[in-house]
Nanobody
Framework: QVHLVESGGGSVQAGGSLRLSCAAS????????MGWYRQVSGNECELVST???????YYLDAVKGRFSISQDNAQNTVYLEMNSLKFEDTAVYYC????????????????????????WGQGTLVTVAS
């Protein structure tokens, strides 16, 4: 019954901003690692950002300084603020929950991988016009 619902995707001009949201339910949000992947080719997904229950964060080098991940524990929601967007950021973005917090993240995975304790949202499309 884990459920992740992404929203906030859309089309923007290069240099613009978007904020993605992921509404989570069906698990102990405060005890889970949360992250965002994006589809880069075929069914391959690239890890963009993660946040741990204690607020520790990770960012893909290509988005450092431009993207910011945050969470609202009271609302069981994770956000990805994306600024200074580039054409290369165009992708479907997926919210991912890892209920085994602290276990680490793989940088490249098959989108939607069926991995124990890992749950995927349906994705939201971000399109950046150059």
């Amino acid at each position: 019954q884990v459920h992740l619902v992404e929203s906030g995707g859309g089309s923007v001009q290069a240099g613009g901003s978007l904020r993605l949201s992921c509404a989570a339910s069906g698990f102990t949000f405060d005890d889970s690692d949360m992250g965002w992947y994006r589809q880069v080719s075929g069914n391959e997904c690239e890890l963009v950002s993660t946040i741990s229950p204690d607020g520790d964060t990770y960012y893909l080098d290509a988005v450092k300084g431009r993207f910011s991940i945050s969470q609202d524990n009271a609302q069981n929601t994770v956000y990805l603020e994306m600024n200074s967007l580039k054409f290369e950021d165009t992708a479907v973005y997926y919210c991912v929950a890892d209920l085994a917090a602290g276990g680490g993240w793989r940088t490249i995975v098959t989108c939607g991988s069926e991995i124990a304790f890992v749950h995927w949202g349906q994705g939201t499309l971000v399109t950046v016009a150059s």
